[in-house]
């Protein structure tokens, strides 16, 4: 098969590495890529959003199954682009429509999705500009703390926790009023805070069939002991101690049947990954939110721990056929830490050479924010730069491995976290 996959950042060199490794995979090409894809499959030029472009690449290079990584252009219905071309409309495309996309394109639509159809979530309210003091008057009054939500797509950083009622009238001044996320927070979800652990799970499903894959856990915060802003994501682990088969089974029960029954029954056409971020609040799980593909950097985890052929798991989600296939993983768990440059999630410096990346020989190294200079040097390009994922026969031991691979990379200013996967242990040794 001739596969593209669509991305530049560590969950779709992830994607490339897995795709690559397959026995069917005759040809893969990256849009746009990055430092690391380069060495597993062909980059091009092309930008995520430019649909012509796309299409145009595709027919020129038979391309015979797209991948799509981020969510903005799933957003921004590419799916249905490809749907409305005659010459398109044949190639499998793992990725939902639209309608589908604003699972995780609209906060409001989600939480009223998941009210139709009994899927647990918190409690919530939708607010814009024009009904403001109606908001802050609900602000001043809801339970602490209060989590506001900017409807649209924010990079992951459109949720604020706020401890205060102050803090909470604050934010959601500056999220309708001044803009805070543009357009993302023209709408804004207040929502109920939820005490527990979060997890997330991972589902493919071709509109019909499903298949829940390994689960995982991710470190939002810039700061050690989840402190400080939200980023992208700092590092993952799987498995999870506390999602066990009793869990899982409530997860599949309560929320992931509902959601793809839910999908069907309004025909929305949904081929392709549901990202469930959930909290397991005292064994129950509520939805936190919806994404429409996979997360980043829990695909550096997910898929190394994934043993079949990804691809033979891409097409048949792509033709309809996941019922006839199932996917079998490795026992070991994965562990990754995320390397970013200083300053991020504010603004920082890009074009740094990195070094010592050859050099790691106890992990995997995702490429995320690279790019090669005229020279082959690797540069950073981007406030996520790497992700290094260690494998071993415990979640101590993979953390060992991927922190020994971090301590081999260097470049000006570099930052990580030390406490990567730190609060599972805590939890596998009580």
Do not use: C
């Given at each position: ?9 560590g969950r779709e060199h992830a994607f490339s590495w897995k795709i690559a490794q397959s026995p069917k995979c005759e040809a893969l090409f990256v849009a746009p890529g990055n430092a690391g894809t380069a060495e597993v499959g062909t ?216 959601t793809v029954n839910g999908l069907k029954s309004e025909n929305i056409d949904y081929k392709g990954f549901i990202f469930i971020g959930l909290m397991n609040v005292g064994g129950d799980p509520y939805v936190i939110e919806y994404n429409?593909?996979?997360g980043d950097p829990e695909t550096q985890v997910v898929l190394p721990k994934i043993k079949s052929d990804l691809v033979d798991l891409l097409e048949a989600t792509a033709k309809g056929t996941l019922g006839d296939i199932d996917y ?103």
């Open positions: 098969m001739r596969i593209l996959v669509l991305g530049s950042g980059n091009i030029d092309l930008n995520v959003n430019d649909f012509d472009g796309i299409g145009n690449f595709v027919k020129q290079e038979n391309i015979d199954l797209v991948v799509v990584g981020p969510e903005d252009p799933l957003v921004k219905g590419i799916a249905d682009y490809f749907k409305n071309d005659s010459e398109l409309a044949n190639v499998g495309l793992v990725g939902p429509s639209k309608e589908g996309a604003q699972l995780e394109g609209s906060k409001d639509f989600s939480k009223q999705f998941m009210e139709r159809h009994n899927v647990p979530t918190a409690r919530s309210k939708t607010f814009t500009k024009e009904n403001l003091e109606e908001g802050l008057n609900y602000v001043s009054s809801h339970p602490l703390p209060v989590v506001l939500k900017a409807d649209g797509l924010a990079a992951g950083k459109g949720v604020i926790i706020a401890e205060t009622h102050e803090h909470a009238r604050e934010t959601l001044k500056e999220m309708l009023v001044d803009a805070k996320f543009g357009d993302a927070s023209s709408r804004v979800v207040i929502e109920q805070y939820l005490d527990g652990i979060e997890l997330s799970v991972f589902v493919l499903t071709d509109g019909e069939n499903y298949k829940i894959l390994p689960e995982a856990k991710d470190y939002k915060r810039i700061g050690e002991q989840d402190t400080g802003l939200n980023t992208g994501g700092m590092g993952a682990v799987t498995p999870i101690p506390f999602a066990n088969e009793e869990f899982l089974s409530k997860v599949e029960e309560r929320v992931v049947k509902p429409v593909r996979m079998t993983t490795h026992p070991e768990a994965f562990t990754t830490v995320v390397m970013v440059s200083g300053g991020y999630p504010g603004s920082y410096p890009k074009g740094l050479a990195i070094s010592g990346i050859d050099t790691v020989d106890t992990a995997t190294v995702f490429h995320a924010g690279t790019k090669l200079d005229d020279s082959n040097t690797v540069l950073t390009n981007g406030g996520r730069v790497l992700a290094i994922t260690g494998k071993a026969d415990s979640v101590e031991k993979a953390l060992e491995n991927a922190y020994n691979g971090v301590n081999k990379i260097s470049w000006q200013d570099e930052y990580h976290r030390k406490d990567i996967g730190q609060d599972i242990l805590r939890l596998i040794n009580n």
